[in-house]
């Protein structure tokens, strides 16, 4: 098994900025392929906000992209989310996603969420 664990979600007014961490763990080997992020507003459907390859390619939804930066540590297995000039419209949960490689099998491993609430 493979925990994701997320910290750094808050409460911030608009045009300011948080960082989120996604650190994995588990007690077996593996390797990660790749780290997302998605958020989930209330009544709407998740959707994919930053997405970082094992090759370093990013992908940012458009609503994002120039505000939002998404790095990654290899050495700490942990994922990062820049948030800049912060909007109301950003005020989602948000969640880490992981694309994790075990014995040569890819399994898809998602964090308990961390709300950010983005004040007007």
């Known amino acids: 098994q493979v925990q994701l664990v997320e910290s750094g979600g808050g409460l911030v007014q608009a045009g300011g900025s948080l960082r989120l961490s996604c650190a994995a763990s588990g007690s077996i080997i593996f390797s990660i392929n790749a780290m997302d992020w998605y958020r989930q507003a209330p009544g709407k459907q998740r959707e994919l906000v930053a997405a970082l390859t094992s090759g370093g390619s990013t992908n940012y939804a458009d609503s994002v992209k120039g505000r939002f930066t998404i790095s990654r540590d290899n050495a700490k297995n942990t994922v990062y989310l820049q948030m800049n000039s912060l909007k109301p419209e950003d005020t989602a949960v948000y969640y880490c996603?992981?694309?994790?490689?075990?014995?040569?099998?890819?399994?898809?491993?998602w964090g308990q969420g961390t709300q950010v609430t983005v004040s007007s």
């Open positions: 996603n992981a694309n994790v490689r075990i014995r040569g099998l890819l399994y898809n491993y």
